[in-house]
């Protein structure tokens, strides 16, 4: 036994593999123990020094299979193999250690940042050189969107490059037309179309970052359709704006859906010197120019003639109000004409053969297609001249969808459309801040200010004007006063009609749908004691969970009110809200009287009458009652853990529902997504009648260049709040309305949930 032993050892002591294989394994540890003393000075972490181990091991079974083939009788197929072997493992070996200490963090890196266009170089970087070390499929549709791209043309160069401020990219040619779906990262892009003989078209458009199934957007990011147009067919400095339908977004319009004409548009603002060719032309003296303006100063009716007096510059001469003896200053021939009546703009459109832009026409040129939430990118606001102390030359701030530029800032932009006898400014200027970008704000049509200017649209046919030409109703606001904070006798009164009472729910499963990889749903119904009728409530479950969940109940948005899908459609991923799920806990989503398939006719936007305020007020009461009764099934399950659930409000529910907080002490904390108080809403949900009585740990997450909930807003939810300093925090994000940058919007919200929930 002991001699078979010797001889085994003898044996391996002379093999060629034994010696490989030690010195090998000498050398590792010898590496590995110099790599640990220097690492740190490096700013080598663990996860170097463990990816170094794993390489090693990697290696040893190659090394041996060398040793082998080398101490045996070589052959060309032998030696080829070695060579095989060894270029393999370098190369395995290698791209190891570069993905995971450098395209890995950078990628990771980027998916924190939201940053998708980095993060597609780095998974396209990953796939082409070393796609056996990583599956990228499961990020692809976090970064990436299909796309189709219908052009009426075949035969069309495309091109595509991030919209950044960052860096210029250089253009990624994609193909010519017709062109098969094809996918882009998220966010906003430039595409550029090119033919011979035909106009070259640079568009700026948003790739979205999510859509929703009661949305006219589909899944799929669509540019249908696009025309091309012929050389010299489009008058010098203007771009065409195709025709189809669009959602504009300008701050009191709501959301509803138009058709416009093809028509073109000013690239630029006009300027000084495009402006003196109508002043050197007598424009001010040509009456074809006026014709049929009603001149209104003061409420008073003025002549032609009467109107050109108002109508001078500092020396008394017919032109803008700070020029001078009919001339703009030395050096500013090509800014943006300001000092200009509504009156002398109209004019001067009709002097070019065009006319100033109705809204809605100006609206579709300004926003890109396909994003509604988010209808002014914040990458072109960054871009864009807003918050500062002076106008700027045209032609580099802010490309819009169309390829016109300062439609976002500069100066605000005189319209067609007259609100209240005044004129309609849109756009915002350089001195506002940026999500003013989606206001149109009236002015006296008199007014000649520095801060207005204006472009021009030339509509192919001249029927498309109407009705889009006629005037803008809207209503008027509130005195002050009417949002004076109750007292406190008088909130209690006004409690009592959000008092709920224990009843039976009576609740029973209709369906568990298990169709889903991730998670399951469950639709039950309850019965709420108002009116008969009953409710039912979406539970969302990770898949496979176990014990007790905590739950985060949500309040949505305004789409869930107007035009919401299918009960049995409703998708946490629409909202961008799976996260939830992936951590690990429930998403418990009520259908609130008047929202899914509670809907109801009545108008949820801001009360305008009486009757309406007594049913906005109901609903109200409602949605408090509705939260109780969610609660109260909540309770009887066993898989739900009562004592961590959390509120979460989106948009319209972080506006209105808030002061379900009032009258339900179950909440454990509370994360408001572009929410806020505001006094345009009816002093029941004023934000300082309800919000210095919540007291509950409270998280507002808010975008900078929120068009719909601005700054003001979030900011006086803020100060409102009765909740103590330090459990109430506000982050703002350089984002528009919705959606927030997805990944660190995730990371605060979980960390808020950790932070309060019941051990």
Wanted: net charge negative; charged share 20%; no cysteine.
């Amino acid at each position: 036994m002991e001699e078979n032993s010797k001889n085994i050892i003898d044996k391996l002591r002379h093999s060629t593999i034994f010696k490989v294989v030690s010195g090998y394994a000498i050398v590792a540890f010898i590496t590995v123990q110099v790599a640990s003393l220097v690492s740190s000075s490096f700013g080598f972490g663990q996860e170097f020094m463990q990816n170094i181990i794993i390489v090693f091991l990697i290696v040893l079974p190659f090394i041996a299979i060398t040793a082998w083939a080398a101490s045996s009788r070589f052959s060309t197929l032998k030696i080829l193999g070695i060579v095989f072997l060894v270029l393999f493992t370098g190369y395995g070996g290698g791209s190891y250690i570069w993905v995971n200490n450098f395209i890995l963090p950078d990628l990771k890196k980027a998916l924190e940042e939201d940053n998708y266009v980095a993060a597609w170089d780095q998974i396209n970087t990953l796939n082409s050189l070393a796609p056996f070390l990583y599956n990228s499929d499961s990020l692809d549709s976090e970064i990436s969107l299909p796309v189709n791209i219908g052009i009426t043309e075949p035969g069309v160069d495309v091109y595509w490059k991030p919209y950044t401020v960052e860096k210029d990219y250089e253009w990624r040619f994609i193909g010519k037309t017709p062109l098969p779906e094809f996918s882009l990262p998220r966010g906003v892009i430039n595409l550029k179309l090119e033919k011979e003989g035909y106009v070259t078209r640079i568009l700026t458009e948003a790739n979205p970052s999510f859509t929703f199934k009661n949305h006219p957007i589909p899944p799929t990011f669509e540019l249908t359709p696009l025309g091309m147009y012929p050389t010299n067919s489009i008058p010098e400095g203007m771009v065409p704006v195709d025709s189809g339908n669009f959602i504009p977004a300008l701050i009191g319009e709501g959301i509803q859906e138009y058709n416009l004409g093809t028509f073109y548009i000013d690239r630029n603002e006009v300027t000084n010197k495009e402006f003196k060719e109508f002043v050197d032309a007598n424009g001010y003296d040509i009456f074809q120019y006026w014709s049929e303006m009603d001149f209104i100063l003061n409420g008073e009716s003025l002549s032609w003639e009467q109107a050109k007096e108002k109508m001078v510059d500092t020396t008394g001469v017919p032109s803008p109000a700070n020029w001078e003896l009919g001339s703009y200053k030395d050096g500013e021939g090509d800014f943006p004409v300001t000092g200009v009546t509504w009156y002398e703009a109209q004019a001067y459109a009709r002097f070019k053969g065009n006319i100033l832009p109705p809204m809605y026409h100006w609206a579709k040129a300004a926003f890109p297609i396909t994003e509604v939430a988010a209808p002014i990118s914040p990458v072109l606001l960054k871009k864009s001249n807003f918050s500062n102390n002076s106008i700027m030359t045209g032609g580099r701030n802010g490309m819009g969808p169309y390829g016109t530029f300062d439609m976002a800032g500069n100066v605000s932009e005189w319209s067609w459309n007259i609100f209240g006898g005044r004129g309609l400014t849109l756009g915002g200027n350089f001195s506002d801040p940026a999500y003013s970008a989606s206001s149109a704000t009236p002015s006296p049509r008199f007014v000649r200010s520095t801060n207005i200017g204006f472009r021009t649209v030339r509509l192919l046919n001249p029927r498309d004007l109407n009705p889009f030409g006629d005037p803008i109703e809207r209503q008027a606001p509130r005195p002050a006063e009417y949002f004076q904070p109750f007292t406190d006798e008088e909130f209690k009164l006004y409690s009592r009609n959000f008092e709920v009472g224990p009843i039976d729910l009576n609740a029973k499963s209709i369906y568990i749908d298990e169709s889903h990889p991730a998670w399951d749903k469950e639709r039950i119904q309850v019965e709420v004691g108002y009116n008969n009728e009953k409710m039912d409530v979406l539970i969302f479950k990770p898949k496979n969970s176990i014990g007790s969940l905590d739950s985060v109940i949500l309040y949505p948005g305004a789409n869930y009110y107007r035009t919401p899908p299918g009960i049995d459609e409703v998708d946490p991923g629409e909202y961008g809200l799976d996260f939830v799920l992936k951590s690990g806990r429930a998403l418990v989503w009520p259908a609130y009287k008047g929202s899914m398939n509670r809907i109801t006719d009545m108008n949820i936007s801001f009360p305008s009458t009486q009757e309406h305020m007594r049913l906005f007020r109901q609903l109200l009461s409602h949605w408090t009652v509705d939260t109780a009764r969610t609660i109260d099934y909540m309770q009887s399950r066993k898989d739900l853990f009562n004592e961590n659930i959390f509120y979460v409000g989106m948009s319209y529910g972080g506006l209105f529902t808030p002061h379900v907080l009032l009258f339900e002490d179950r909440f454990k904390a509370a994360v408001f997504y572009v929410g806020g108080a505001t006094t345009s809403i009816p002093p029941m949900v004023d934000g300082k009648n309800h919000m210095p009585r919540i007291k509950i740990p409270v998280l507002m997450l808010n975008g900078e260049q929120d068009y719909l909930v601005p700054p003001s807003a979030p900011k006086a939810m803020y100060t409102y709040l009765g909740t103590p300093e330090e459990d109430k925090k506000l982050i703002f994000y350089e984002s528009g309305h919705w959606p927030l940058p997805r990944n660190q919007m995730i990371k605060e919200t979980l960390k808020w949930f950790e932070e309060y929930q019941e051990k």
